[in-house]
């Protein structure tokens, strides 16, 4: 319904008002016949009443907008229709539109929420592209860099624990191997149990994919070993990386879920099953992308379900520049 009609002249010095609701705008006892328009509005409301009136008397054009106000304790919105009535004034028909607002408010809240949830599952570039078309997205990339790990031990740790020291715990590590990832530019796949998948070279290619993957290795053995030393706890990470061709793409209509697959993701996965507690495994084909800056040792051949024998390599650290 419409709640106020204003009817001003040029300067706002001949001020009528008609509330068609004074119950909710205005106090019994206030007086709503204002002389001007700066004593019926606050601060920069009457300057943006002016420059509203002033257009509209030099269009001589019907113009609509939306604008607030302060009622009480309260803050109204509502959209204006001023139009002119004589060459020298205008009628200011505004409707309240706050419940209107409220409702618009509650559902851009409720659409960032669903935004921000989707990121935390999916990479942003794949969500974006996902908001804009909901059909199947996979992707093949040439030259990509994968890691698995597995927390040895955490089998055994979880019978002496409390289910919540449990989860306190590994969400503890898998947090500390997120903010690295994050500033090595890479992209956590999942987590099952206590293994961690990470890619680097997608879903947007990067050239120093195998060296980011490196450093992040190097990293979770830093943090494994640092937190026996803090906490006492007998745990070990076990890791595993490949380089080689994979898809990509998102599956499942209403839990989505980003996920690789290949070759290469099974030999990445091989390298961590078939690995050594606080060791980093990789094959050949990593190993040729990084033994000019890191410092390795040759496992020689080893079997490997599903691929035979296979020359690995366990990541020891960095070259001295």
Known sequence: MTDIILVVDSKAKDLKVAPTNPG????????????????????DNAEVFLEQIQQVLHTKQTINFEYNL??????????????????????????????????ESALRLEKEKSEELLLNILPEPIA???KE??????????????????????????????PIELVNL?????????????????????????????????????IDHAEAIAELALSML????????????????RIGINTGIVVAG?????????????DAVNVASRMESHGQPGCIQVTSATYERLR?????????????KGKGEMTTYFLKGRKSA
């Open 24 to 43: 909710r705008l205005y106090p019994p006892d206030v007086d709503i016949i204002s002389p001007t328009v700066e004593q019926f509005l606050i601060g």
């Open 70 to 103: 302060p009622v009480g304790d309260s803050e109204y919105w509502f959209l204006a229709t001023i139009a002119p009535v004589s060459e020298d004034s205008v009628m200011w028909v505004a409707r309240d539109i706050s419940d209107r607002k409220q409702a």
């Open 128 to 130: 974006n592209r996902l």
């Open 133 to 162: 078309d909901q059909s199947a997205i996979a992707e093949s990339f040439n030259e990509v860099t994968i890691l698995f790990a597995d927390l040895v031990g955490f089998t055994s740790l979880s019978t002496k624990l409390q």
């Open 170 to 206: 590994l969400n503890q590590i898998f947090s500390s191997f997120d903010q690295i990832i994050e500033e090595l530019g890479l992209e956590k796949i999942k987590t099952i149990g206590d293994a961690y998948m990470v890619a680097g070279g997608l879903p947007i290619p990067k």
């Open 222 to 237: 830093d943090i494994m070993q640092q937190l026996q030393i803090d906490r006492g706890y007998q745990l070990q990470i």
């Open 250 to 262: 998102v599956i499942g209509k209403k839990r989505f879920i980003y996920d690789l697959w290949g």
């Open 292 to 304: 000019n800056k890191y410092l390795f040792e040759n496992r020689g051949k080893i079997q490997v």
